[in-house]
């Protein structure tokens, strides 16, 4: 299966990068083909909302710039993984720049299954990024939801999250 990992946090130390490396590890173990984008240190603008794509743009962005490298793992993907800090109660900004400009293509050719892995400061935030998922991807998408992980930043980072993510990866 080919996977694809969105992880929206520009901290490499952080705990989205740790919960997106161990599940890639896993899923890597079991065989399956992993590309983690780092996307919040991607050059990825916010949609204008020009509507191009879906005049002449017959389903492509006016933008030029890193989505290019986005829109054909999107659309090779048999899942994707949204990995994303939660900031003020949501995905991270440049998470949700990247959502919004998978609007031009729409639902991903492929993806028939997905997880959501979050990380926080704080317990019990996790309802409007939960939302979003469900709402306009995984449900959006009529993909399978194959998981949902939510974690402190230490929870995040601790041995306890990495083999359970790990094994989730593993078992896919
Ligand atoms: C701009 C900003 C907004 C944040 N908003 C929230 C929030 O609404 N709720 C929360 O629990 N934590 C919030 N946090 C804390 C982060 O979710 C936490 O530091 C998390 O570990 C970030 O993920 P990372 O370690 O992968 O970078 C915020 C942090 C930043 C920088």
């Not at 995905?91 to 720049?97: A, E, I, N, P, T």
Request: net charge negative; aromatic share 8%.
């Amino acid at each position: 299966m080919r996977i694809l990992v969105l992880n929206g946090s520009a901290r490499p130390d952080g705990g989205t990068a740790a919960m997106a490396a161990a599940f890639a590890r896993g899923a890597r173990g079991a065989g399956h083909e992993v590309d983690v984008l780092d996307v919040a240190r991607m050059d990825i603008h916010g949609c204008t909302g020009c509507e191009f794509c879906h005049t002449r743009g017959d389903g492509t962005c006016a933008q030029r710039d890193d989505m290019d490298e986005v829109y054909p793992l999107w659309d090779a993907a048999d899942m994707i993984v949204v990995a994303s800090p939660i900031y003020y109660g949501s995905f991270s900004g440049q998470m949700h720049c990247l959502i919004h400009r998978t609007y031009a293509g729409g639902i991903p050719r492929r993806c028939k299954r997905m997880a959501l892995l979050l990380c926080s400061g704080a317990h019990g935030v996790y309802d409007n990024a939960e939302g979003i998922y469900r709402g306009y991807l995984q449900g959006y998408f009529g993909a399978e939801d194959c998981g949902i992980f939510e974690a402190t930043t230490s929870e995040a980072r601790s041995q306890a999250m990495a083999k359970r993510l790990e094994s989730f990866g593993a078992s896919l």
